[in-house]
């Protein structure tokens, strides 16, 4: 059995007497990718948005490993191994891409701000080591070639790719997408499709929020399906594709 990376127990979250998220649960393991669907205003970005630490929890327990996270501070969950991405970017357009993504790798490192300007000993080692975990990435997310230039000047569908790439600096142990295929053509969604198959060959587990219904039924292990803040389905995708109530809820709306 793999190992359970993420748990999700009884998860709340209320804003004043609106009930977004409604005792959620469950669980993502080392390398697998978890969909997480269903309609607009179902309560999946709330999810995320609470799991990554920038809402706080109304009820309910999320365990990171060992770790339980609940109350823990955003970057803290960050350095404990868990990563997201928007729906919108959220990038510094004056940075080169290789910079970019070097800010990534902020939470692993091991020396100060003050001491990585000393040329020896310790400093040097991880300079370059860092600079080696950089290239595998801007590798793994096909983005060496564009290294160089500045984020403000690549095409969006990059600059998606890019957010993705920022987030794996860090080393998380899962990763968390929130509509990573918006706006992106055919050939950007397969190019997408094989870099988070590719994430997975790394033992990284990836909870993936999309609307596109071929790339979550060709890439998910499993799917969880969310309709007003309730879990109604969690299955294979194709226990979800014929399930009733999630015909009924979602995917007759969305074909």
Do not use: W
Request: charged residues 20%; neutral net charge; hydrophobic residues 45%.
């Amino acid at each position: 059995m793999a190992e359970t990376i993420l748990r999700v127990d009884l998860l709340a979250k209320s804003f004043g007497g609106v009930k977004a998220v409604r005792d959620l649960s469950f669980d993502v393991s080392a390398g697998e990718i978890l969909g997480l669907i269903g309609p607009n205003g179902s309560g999946k970005s709330t999810t995320v948005n609470v799991l990554a630490g920038l809402l706080p929890p109304t009820s309910g327990s999320i365990r990171l490993g060992a770790d339980a996270i609940e109350h823990m501070p955003e970057a803290d969950r960050v350095s404990k191994g868990l990563a997201r991405t928007f729906q919108t970017a959220r990038l510094f357009p004056e940075f080169t891409v290789r910079q970019h993504v070097r800010m990534g790798c902020h939470t692993i490192r091991r020396t100060s701000a003050f001491a990585s300007i000393l040329p020896f000993g310790l400093v040097t080692r991880e300079q370059v080591a860092t600079d080696q975990h950089v290239d595998g990435i801007l590798q793994l997310c096909t983005l060496a070639q564009i290294a160089d230039r500045p984020v403000g000047s690549i095409s969006s569908a990059q600059q998606r790719f890019l957010m993705i790439a920022t987030a794996l600096a860090a080393k998380p142990r899962i990763l968390l997408v929130d509509e990573p295929a918006a706006g992106l053509v055919e050939h950007e969604r397969q190019a997408l499709a094989d870099l988070i198959r590719n994430i997975r060959k790394r033992e990284i587990a990836v909870l993936i929020i999309e609307h596109h219904m071929a790339l979550i039924m060709s890439l998910c292990d499993r799917i969880v399906v969310l309709n007003f803040g309730s879990k109604i389905a969690e299955g294979s995708p194709a226990e979800i594709r014929a399930n009733p109530a999630v015909i009924d809820a979602y995917l007759g709306e969305a074909a």
